[in-house]
T-cell receptor, first 117, second 110 residues
Framework: NAGVTQTPKFQVLKTGQSMTLQCAQDMNHEYMSWYRQDPGMGLRLIHYSVGAGITDQGEVPNGYNVSRSTTEDFPLRLLSAAPSQTSVYFC????????????????FGPGTRLTVT | KNEVEQSPQNLTAQEGEFITINCSYSVGISALHWLQQHPGGGIVSLFM???GKKKHGRLIATINIQEKHSSLHITASHPRDSAVYIC????????????FGQGTRLTINP
């Protein structure tokens, strides 16, 4: 299994440009989510999905759109990039059942470092 | 005030020392998570707890629901344990969304 993959790893945008951050998982997980991580603020939830066709807003959804047309993919769209969206973005997935995991069974992608100038 | 507070924010110790990182939360939760973020940025889920204690290798996580407090312990610490340790909670019953603490940066010197 590749786990959770994210592309690109790095991206520089100009203010007003749009782009899509890609996220895919091959573990057939139902739950997927997008977070941003900013210095001194910890991780914050942007959007999440509990299954194909179902998405909902997290703590900081403004300026971002998501869709979940398949179980595997959960892209994050920046509609009109702003310098305040400069951050590191993480995608994560998990199954409803944690089985015998000591952990939550939640898997994180490697992150995308986005800079908006 | 953040709903999830960690202490200390930074911790430096010598190899072999016993490490304790604390997490306090102010809301009702269904589960608490400990995550590890390596210097390269990757995040790994270590533990999910709803009661009691869990152990994995040299790592031990405990939770006291009445006191709204959890601790992460590392025994026989090693430089490779150097990372940011993050506490997060599922707020409320049945909630899947996570609320995160700001993290504790741990440095273990050889």
């Amino acid at each position: 299994n590749a786990g959770v993959t994210q592309t690109p790893k790095f991206q520089v945008l100009k203010t007003g440009q749009s782009m899509t951050l890609q996220c895919a998982q091959d573990m057939n997980h139902e739950y997927m989510s997008w977070y941003r991580q900013d210095p001194g603020m910890g991780l914050r939830l942007i959007h999440y999905s509990v299954g194909a066709g179902i998405t909902d807003q997290g703590e900081v959804p403004n300026g971002y759109n998501v869709s979940r047309s398949t179980t595997e993919d959960f892209p994050l769209r920046l509609l009109s990039a702003a310098p305040s969206q400069t951050s590191v973005y993480f995608c994560a997935s998990r199954s409803w059942s944690t089985g015998t995991h000591t952990s939550s069974g939640q898997y994180f992608g490697p992150g995308t470092r986005l800079t908006v100038t | 005030k953040n709903e999830v507070e960690q202490s200390p924010q930074n911790l430096t110790a010598q190899e072999g020392e016993f490490i304790t990182i604390n997490c306090s939360y102010s809301v009702g939760i269904s589960a608490l998570h400990w995550l590890q973020q390596h210097p390269g940025g990757g995040i790994v889920s270590l533990f999910m707890l709803s009661s009691g204690k869990k152990k994995h290798g040299r790592l031990i996580a405990t939770i006291n629901i009445q006191e709204k407090h959890s601790s992460l312990h590392i025994t026989a610490s090693h430089p490779r344990d150097s990372a940011v340790y993050i506490c997060a909670v599922n707020r409320g019953q049945g909630a899947q969304k996570l609320v995160f603490g700001q993290g504790t940066r741990l440095t273990i010197n050889p």
